[in-house]
């Protein structure tokens, strides 16, 4: 048996992302008599390694999930193939780019003493080319289509925030749930959607929101950490203990949306926001909380009315850091 923190450090995957596989069916842990954390057994430690393998070779989470519920090999052959077939038609496909910039670079090192547009213009054999690349070209429609793709994986890897919207938050009271240890983001979760339930917020607050941030953030690799969620609720609305009332002051914020789990993204936003010729960073706070940096569950409204029971799945969140106009 080994316990979440264990697996996390083993295979370099945060409790957040365990959790969130848990969620799709993916694996699955367990908490025995008398012992605090829950465990993953044998089994469930080697699923958890072919899904990392799995996402290393790019199925998406939605076939790995057919892949493992398939006792034989057929779902598998049928997700690689597919895969196999994109990649070489993202070959293909890059390789005749790649030959036409080739093309033009030699134009270009040829006519050296004319502009570029006239050393090009002046090809007619380069303008056929790129004729063939144009959106016009049926027969390169779907080559383009491939191209884009490839580009926007690149985009992933280096990607240069180009989504990255400036929003205002308005200030509100908040509810708030803390805990710290054992995964404290599904029990802080939990605290706040059955506050949600039992008051019917989303009737007294139609246009409740949810944040939330490490508290405190973790500071080694074994992963310790707590979470603290807010939800938002009328001005002076009675917050039952063990949640607290706050106020959050709210301000502008760089936000930049995230799918579920793609928490590395957080270095994306924050170097946007260091580049930034407009912004700059206007947090205060302290690295126990996340230097004032908030995680927004979007569309928490639906989630917690599609549940019953326990923290909402949710799909999207917002990424969120505290920003100002420079020079203000």
Known sequence: ???????????GVSPRMLRHYEKLGLMASERRDGYAYRVYRPEAVQRLRLILVLRKLSVPLKDIGGILADPGPATAVRALEKNLAQMDGEI?????????????????????????????????????LADALSPASALMQEER????????QAEQRNPGLKDVRIVHLPASDVAAAHAVGD???ERAGSLIAAFVRAEGLWEKHPGLRLY?????????????????????????????APLTRKHFPGGTYAAHMIQMGNFHEWAWLDEWVTNSETY??????????????????????????????????TSQLDLLIPVKRRGT
């Open 183 to 185: 995964e404290p983001e």
């Open 145 to 152: 289509r491939k191209i884009v793709e490839k580009m926007e």
């Open 92 to 128: 293909m496909a890059l390789q005749a780019v790649r030959d036409v910039i080739a093309e033009f670079l030699k134009a270009l090192k040829q006519r050296a003493a004319l502009p570029a547009g006239a050393a090009l213009l002046q090809d007619d054999r380069l303008m056929v």
């Open 280 to 313: 700059e960073y206007n947090g205060s706070g302290t690295p126990e909380d996340m230097f004032g940096l908030l995680e927004e569950h979007l569309n928490y409204h639906d989630h917690v009315l599609e549940t019953s029971d326990g923290e909402p799945q």
């Open 212 to 240: 939330g941030f490490n508290h405190p953030n973790p500071v080694d690799e074994t992963g310790w950490h707590g979470y603290e969620f807010w939800v938002t609720v009328p001005d002076g609305f009675e917050v039952p």
């Open 1 to 11: 048996m080994m316990t979440v923190s264990e697996v996390s450090r083993r295979f």
